[in-house]
């Protein structure tokens, strides 16, 4: 299977040595809806950020819903307007070894994903709980 944005992630410098398709309950930020187009776009789509290593076409994910949770109010803390950028919910799913290639969770829980091309993740996640009162 060909790596969605693989033309933009040859152009940059990557380690995928530690990355394998799995199948793994995954975790994410997401918005209200769970078809918003921000919800599983890799960072780098955004034009105005400087990209620097491939890191930034995966897509973030935590291993548990605590720390997913966890880490999204630290970022936020004192922050309110970055929820506009991150997300307001966490949404649950089940990534399979078919829809792309995953690193070891990190002390964090959090984990990059490398999508497959043709792969379509919002129609494998449900919204489990909102961050945002």
Aim: aromatic share 12%; charged share 30%; proline share 2%.
């Amino acid at each position: 299977m060909k790596l969605k944005y693989l033309k933009e992630i040859s152009a940059l410098p990557c380690e995928l040595e530690s990355f394998v398709e799995q199948d793994r309950i995954s975790f994410r930020w997401v918005f209200s809806d769970i078809n918003d187009k921000r919800n599983f776009e890799p960072v780098y789509k955004d034009p105005k950020r400087q990209q620097t290593t491939c890191a930034g076409f995966a897509l973030s994910f935590y291993d548990n819903q605590i720390l997913a949770k966890k880490r999204l109010l630290e970022l936020t803390k004192d922050k309110e307007n970055l929820f506009k950028k991150l997300g307001t919910h966490i949404a649950l799913g089940n990534l399979e070894k078919s829809d792309g290639i995953s690193n070891k969770s990190n002390f964090r829980g959090h984990f990059d994903h490398f999508e497959y091309d043709n792969i379509i993740l919002n129609s494998k996640f449900e919204i489990v709980e909102k961050v945002v009162k």
